[in-house]
């Protein structure tokens, strides 16, 4: 019933009925597959950036974009249209072709992560057996292309930026990568789906781990380069990060792949901690796969919105220490024990329960050591914490 | 397997291809009047002083350093957690073994001062 | 099916190629890229060794990642190596390093 | 046929990207067509069935080794632009005796040996028995190369930190 797979099946019956050759079934599945994926990312980017500044814009109070289209719903569009057309320059003392190659790598780096997705049960592009390392794996490929930009762009500000930018991706992999480890070894697979699978009757690795969770999506935002992690566009300090010589179309690829980015960290998200397409009924009705996934998804993007138009950001030292001091300490104990809890000989609910308890407690110490280092280096450099001077 | 990562290869080549092309048809609709003021280095209008390779700290290499020995862990960490429901508790011992002595390369690296940021 | 000499030359070629940028090359880091493109080559000829003679085994693989890990540990300190050496002379070039003559 | 010639397309982009890191004068560069090359030699593991090394390969080669490699090409700048030759004076020795060596491996690779090849396919759950494997069987180098890696994080640190000297 309503399943998204039937049309699968009907395409591939349909393929073999022309009597082609497998390779050429395989080559054709494999260009479909392509072209659905990057057509769906492409234009859930458009919608994306439309939903950002809508959604800042209401933070802020203010109306955002409302004039081409219902609630400015075009005006995406017409913004790309006018990078495209907009004339691109390119320095005269840039390495031309790493110059040209870098954006378009980074990219390629993010649309590779698409084909890994789970959006219903079996509605994957490839379900590989390494899923989770593959999408770290592609993490590396945006570092270099960032190291590109910023060393063919040859201006000190952009090679600084992409310093700064990669020691920050650096540092917040290495916690991403630990708190992603959990669900692998609460469901014994790294395949996409089968992590997704896994999360069946409500047993959710997020609301299981919320410490991991918590862990990830942090790490998610430094990843994306988003407030309170924003030092790419800390504009009073490094200018504008590794793109500053970037123009038109080239400058609008590192843009999209800053807003895929943010679509996909989503969306693994939700398919590690947040059941992925689990929900109530998915077993009767695969249709709904797909829906609960956009929606998990749009819920983490919007807190990714909101968040961004509502913190500051932090300062360096502490965005590293922030990682190599909290993140990275709690996430090797909290391996540790989800690996200890799944070993202890009761049942799975009491297994989750004492998880989710460890978790916390992780969670509370670690606040509580933050509070302790905030109060202690407030002390030393005398800063008076006075409550706001309220309207009278 | 490899049926699975001909997807992979068809998808890796379009999603490579994709950029590039775009910006090729691109380049027929857009103006291009390069000047030398226009095509010189953007630093707020300043003309560039020295060179721009700049040196810079160890600081970065250092964080490097750090984030090196842990991706490697990775590559041990997963195997081990995708197997893990079916060993017995030495797997955890081992493996609890081997994330404390990086737990301790993380310490040195914290008494030293690596993982200040000056 | 691919030949499993096909492997074996393409890893020779890699691992002649490292060779001679091990030995031809001033830059200490180049030395080291040549090194690294040596170390990439057998891992090539114990992968295809695994999957040609003996795949339902992993030794191999481990074999492999224990390459991979010394790879690591050996680019760290030999960068830092590098480094130092740079800070102390100037240069990373391997025939101006000469410590006897000062 | 076709795994033949993905193949071959493959190993010449590998070996090409290989070349261009041993001759080109600017390391940065060079330093970016090695990153290539562990990509195309990642690739290889992929059709070799060793999916789980081939992202290994990507995560640590590309990931870790190369990123520091040019942190490090940063650090020490000015040696990039190609001011004096890139190769010293044995260049041309180095040149004639890899070239021997590569004619030698090769002949013997085509010609001499009769590898014991099987027809065994590779089993779905390698990257499970690998995990196995390597907290059972090879748990003596799993613990080592933790080992190691402490005694490089701290050699690394105590040879690169810039104070007391």
């Known amino acids: 019933m309503l399943d998204p797979l039937i049309l699968g099946e009907w395409w591939k019956s349909f393929l073999e009925g022309l009597g082609l050759s497998s390779g050429w079934i395989i080559l054709i599945n494999a260009v479909v597959v392509t072209v659905i994926l990057l057509g769906f990312g492409l234009t859930s980017v458009l919608f994306l950036i439309w939903l950002e500044r809508k959604l800042a814009a209401r933070v802020q109070d203010r109306l955002g974009p409302n004039r081409l289209g219902p609630y400015g719903l075009i005006q995406t569009v017409a913004d790309a249209l006018k990078l495209m057309t907009k004339e691109d320059i390119t320095p005269d003392n840039a390495e031309r072709i790493t110059y040209n190659l870098a954006p378009g790598l980074s990219v390629f780096a993010v649309l590779m ?7 219903g049960p079996g509605l994957i592009g490839v379900d590989l057996n390494i899923g989770v390392l593959f999408i770290v794996a592609m993490g590396s490929i945006g570092i270099m292309a960032a190291l590109m930009a910023g060393w063919s762009s040859n201006n000190k500000y952009a ?22 480890a959990a669900p692998v070894i609460l469901a014994g697979t790294m395949r996409m789906n089968g992590l997704a699978e896994a999360q069946g009757g409500g047993r959710w690795f997020g609301l299981v781990m919320p410490a991991m969770f918590i862990i990830y999506i942090l790490a998610a935002l430094a990843e994306n380069e988003r407030t309170p992690f924003d030092f790419l566009e800390a504009d009073s300090e490094i200018v504008a990060g590794y793109h500053i010589e970037y123009s038109g179309l080239k400058f609008a690829w590192f843009f999209l792949g800053f807003f ?14 947040l059941g992925g397409w689990q929900g109530p009924f998915v077993k009767q009705v695969p249709i709904l796969g797909p829906i609960y996934y956009f929606i998990k998804t749009t819920v983490i993007i919007a807190f990714f919105m909101w968040e961004r138009a509502t913190f500051p950001r932090l300062r360096i030292d502490q965005m590293m220490a922030f990682a190599w001091k909290v993140l990275v300490p709690m996430g090797l104990v909290l391996v540790l024990a989800a690996a200890a809890v799944a070993k202890l000989p009761v049942g799975t609910a009491l297994q989750s329960v004492i998880l989710f308890v460890v978790n916390v407690v ?24 006075r409550p706001m001077p309220t309207m009278s | ?3 699975s990562y001909a997807v992979v290869g068809v998808y890796l080549l379009i999603a490579l291809a994709f950029p590039f092309v775009v910006l090729y048809i691109v380049s027929f609709l857009r103006p291009s009047k390069p000047n030398p003021l226009k095509n ?12 721009t390779w700049v040196q810079f700290r160890a600081q970065y290499y250092l964080f490097a350093l750090v984030f090196v020995i842990f991706d490697v862990e990775v590559v041990f960490l997963y195997p081990w957690a ?7 508790l030495f797997a955890l011992v081992e493996m609890a073994i081997f994330i404390g002595l990086l737990a301790l390369a993380l310490v040195y690296a914290w008494k030293k001062g690596i993982l200040e940021w000056q | 099916m691919i030949p499993l000499s096909w492997y074996l030359a393409v890893a020779a070629v890699l691992f002649v190629m490292g060779f001679y940028g091990v030995l031809a090359r001033r830059n200490a880091i180049a030395i080291l890229m040549g090194i690294e493109l040596m170390l990439n080559s057998v891992n090539i000829n114990l992968l295809a060794f695994w999957r040609y003679v003996h795949p339902t085994d992993v030794a191999g693989l481990v074999f492999a990642i224990i390459v991979i890990t010394v790879a690591a540990a050996e680019a760290a300190v030999g960068l830092a190596l590098f480094i130092a050496l740079y800070r102390l002379r100037d240069t990373v070039n391997i025939d101006e390093v000469d410590l006897l003559k000062g | 046929m076709v795994l033949q010639g993905v193949f071959i397309i493959v190993s010449l982009f590998t070996l090409l990207s290989a070349l261009m890191v041993v001759t080109h004068r600017n390391l940065f560069i060079s330093a970016l067509f090695l990153v290539s090359t562990f990509f195309g030699v990642a690739a290889l593991y992929v059709l070799l069935e060793a999916e789980f090394l081939a992202v290994a390969q990507v995560l640590v080669y590309i990931g870790a080794i190369a990123t520091l490699i040019i942190f490090a090409i940063m650090l020490s700048r000015g040696m990039m632009q190609g001011r004096t030759s890139p190769y010293n004076a044995q260049a041309m020795w180095a040149g004639i005796g890899s070239v021997v060596l590569g004619l030698l491996l090769l002949y013997v690779v085509a010609f001499q040996v009769d590898w014991p090849v099987t027809d065994a396919k590779v089993p779905a759950d390698t990257i499970s028995n690998l995990g196995a494997a390597l907290v059972g069987h090879y748990v003596i180098p799993f613990e080592v190369a933790s080992v ?15 104070k007391e000297y």
């Open chain 2, 40 to 51: 010189s280095t953007y630093e707020c209008g300043m003309e560039t002083i020295g060179d």
């Open chain 2, 82 to 88: 995708v197997a893990y429901n079916k060993l017995g």
């Open chain 1, 260 to 273: 895929l980015n943010t679509l996909l960290l989503a969306s693994i998200a939700t398919t590690l901690f």
């Open chain 4, 148 to 162: 190691l890696l402490l005694a490089a994080l701290i050699g690394a640190v105590m040879i690169a930190r810039e």
């Open chain 1, 159 to 180: 090679l600084l930026g992409a310093f700064r930018a990669v020691a920050q991706l650096l540092s917040y992999e290495i916690p991403m990568v630990l708190a992603m």
């Open chain 1, 113 to 119: 992560l698409l084909l890994v997705i789970p959006f």
């Open chain 2, 1 to 3: 397997m490899l049926n």
């Open chain 1, 362 to 385: 992780v969670l509370l110490v670690a606040l509580g050591a933050i509070g302790r280092h905030l109060r202690k280096e407030a002390e030393r450099y005398k800063v008076e914490v």
